[in-house]
């Protein structure tokens, strides 16, 4: 099973700033790896998918990059509505489809 | 739009086999892989399992590997996760989720279902 690492657990910014988020593989997941927003009381909501694509009606200021086993979703700015918990997933090796403990971006 | 909608949890004792239920619309159902996911309370997310585009295929996470069937009715838009052997660690908020790519070209998650909520307590 593949385990996704995310740092750090929690990130403290003010609107504005810029947000690195980190998702590190036990082995390569090629280019197969998407982030998920999750917002309290909500479900989840795909952002990113292989590794740096957009998913249909995301804003440009969400970004994701990398390969193998290290990989990176960058908000540019902050606003408001970004202070949520993200995961990162991949689809190399599975089954099992295995999820990041996830970050959660804080005020 | 793309709609998922998730039925049948609630508060369930040991040992009870409830059967939830996700109906789908928007979105040509009988080309998508469906999944389930579960999320226990202030926990992160947990594949469960999901269904081929046709229903030639099913997966299951190994901690539900032998209670759990997946199944579907392409005919009425539905997929199903009938749980059996229920124990406290499987209390979650279950989502439906609908596969990325067409025809399992792409695993991961493009639209999710409201969630429901299954509690299991004696």
């Known amino acids: 099973e593949i385990v996704l690492t995310q740092s750090p657990a929690t990130l403290s910014l003010s609107p504005g700033e810029r947000a690195t988020l980190s998702c590190r593989a036990s082995?390569?997941?090629?280019?197969?790896l998407a982030w998920y927003q999750q917002k309290p009381g909500q479900a989840p909501r795909l952002l990113i998918y292989?590794?740096?694509n957009r998913a249909t009606g995301v804003p440009a200021r969400f970004s994701g990059s990398g390969s193998g086993t290290d990989f990176t979703l960058t908000i540019s700015s902050l606003e408001p509505e970004d202070f949520a918990v993200y995961y990162c997933?991949?689809?190399?090796?599975?089954?099992?489809?295995?999820f990041g403990g996830g970050t959660k971006v804080e005020i | 739009q793309v709609r998922l909608v998730e039925s049948g949890g609630g508060v369930v004792q040991p040992g009870m086999s409830p059967r939830l239920s996700c109906e789908v619309s928007?979105?040509?159902?009988?080309?998508?892989?469906i999944h389930w996911v579960r999320q226990a309370p202030g926990k992160g997310l947990e594949w469960v399992a999901c269904?081929?585009?046709?229903?030639?295929?099913?997966y299951y996470g190994e901690s539900v590997k032998g209670r759990f069937t997946i199944s579907r009715d392409n005919s009425k838009n539905r997929v199903y996760l009938q749980m059996d052997s229920l124990n406290a660690e499987d209390t979650a908020v279950y989502y439906c989720?609908?596969?990325?790519?067409?025809?399992?070209?792409?695993?991961?998650?493009?639209?999710w279902g409201q969630g429901t909520l299954v509690s299991v307590s004696s």
């Open positions: 989720a609908k596969a990325g790519l067409i025809r399992g070209q792409g695993e991961f998650f493009d639209s």
């Open positions: 292989d590794a740096s």
């Open positions: 269904i081929w585009y046709d229903g030639s295929d099913k």
């Open positions: 082995q390569s997941v090629t280019r197969y």
């Open positions: 928007g979105f040509t159902f009988s080309d998508y892989v």
């Open positions: 997933q991949q689809r190399q090796h599975w089954p099992p489809l295995t």
